[in-house]
T-cell receptor
Framework: EPEVTQTPSHQVTQMGQEVILRCVPI?????FYWYRQILGQKVEFLVS????????KSEIFDDQFSVERPDGSNFTLKIRSTKLEDSAMYFC????????????????FGPGTRLTVL | AQKVTQAQTEISVVEKEDVTLDCVYE???????LFWYKQPPSGELVFLIR??????QNEISGRYSWNFQKSTSSFNFTTTASQVVDSAVYFC??????????????FGKGITLSVRP
């Protein structure tokens, strides 16, 4: 069964450093998302991406964050200058074209990348 | 603005007990989707079910069932004869709009279910 993959599973970085979190969405999906979960808290929406541009972003997704689909398979989240409060689990998700019917437009999540900022 | 409330934070049951996880949502849209996701100790988010606002039919899948009631804005999840493998954090989520695609999910805070042998 196709699945979303994310690398690395755990990233440790120093405050102020740039990090890039990588995701490979399910291959025929068109919509891509990033969420984060601070330890012990709820999952929060960061950004959605479709047709090579951001569709929606939350207040959390400030100028320090950016997303990119550099090729036909990867979807990345970059944090330019990490802060301590960026420490969280970051989840990538993808969903299909809703015109395909059924539940194909359900968001399926990757296993997450745990980011630790020291 | 959309909001999901999971008032229960932690529930502990003994194997074979039935348990219901509550979810109450708020939205101004007439068209929306409701979801349940499971987060086992390994951390990934596993999709369980989705319902659209036009479909109030209850769903049963093996030991799991979901009760959607628009009148009370609730979408509750019941596990019958619970097992240790059901131990996880369960999240209820809501998305607004005509489709689930390209719509952000708003999650509740999650309910930690512990099933003891």
């Amino acid at each position: 069964e196709p699945e979303v993959t994310q690398t690395p599973s755990h990233q440790v970085t120093q405050m102020g450093q740039e990090v890039i979190l990588r995701c490979v969405p399910i291959s025929n999906h068109l919509y891509f998302y990033w969420y984060r979960q601070i330890l012990g808290q709820k999952v929060e929406f960061l950004v959605s991406f479709y047709n090579n541009e951001i569709s929606e972003k939350s207040e959390i997704f400030d100028d320090q964050f950016s997303v990119e689909r550099p090729d036909g398979s990867n979807f990345t989240l970059k944090i330019r200058s990490t802060k301590l409060e960026d420490s969280a689990m970051y989840f990538c998700a993808s969903s299909d074209n809703p015109d395909n019917g059924g539940e194909t437009d359900t968001q399926y999540f990757g296993p997450g990348t745990r980011l630790t900022v020291l | 603005a959309q909001k999901v409330t999971q008032a229960q934070t932690e529930i502990s049951v003994v194997e074979k007990e039935d348990v219901t996880l509550d979810c109450v949502y708020e939205t101004r849209d007439t068209t929306y989707y409701l979801f349940w996701y499971k987060q086992p100790p390994s951390g990934e988010l596993v999709f369980l079910i989705r319902r659209n606002s036009f479909d109030e039919q209850n769903e049963i899948s093996g030991r799991y069932s979901w009760n959607f009631q628009k009148s009370t804005s609730s979408f509750n999840f019941t596990t019958t004869a619970s097992q240790v493998v059901d131990s996880a954090v369960y999240f209820c989520a809501l998305s607004e709009g005509l489709t689930g695609a390209n719509s952000k999910l708003t999650f509740g805070k999650g309910i930690t279910l512990s099933v003891r042998p």
